[in-house]
């Protein structure tokens, strides 16, 4: 038995447009073409890959430690 799902489906493309967004500032930042410094650059990639993979897998450890469950009608 895997793991239950515990975010919606308007949360996973919510999740994985502004991870895709976050992940590409930080990677702009880490290019140079944003000068933000390097650790919120590699602080933003890290966020936006960790958005873009919850909501691939449609679970989130945080929203489970916190009870929350949006998948629930």
Do not use: F, Q
Request: aromatic fraction near 2%; charged fraction near 10%; proline fraction near 3%.
């Amino acid at each position: 038995m895997g793991i239950k799902n515990n975010i919606s489906s308007t949360d996973r493309k919510i999740r994985i447009v502004v991870g895709l967004v976050v992940g590409l500032i930080g990677l702009a930042t880490l290019s140079g073409l944003l000068g933000l410094g390097a650790m919120i650059g590699a602080a933003l990639s890290i966020v936006g890959l960790i958005l873009v993979g919850t909501g691939l897998v449609r679970v989130c450890p945080l929203y489970r430690l916190l009870g929350i469950d949006t998948s629930r009608p």
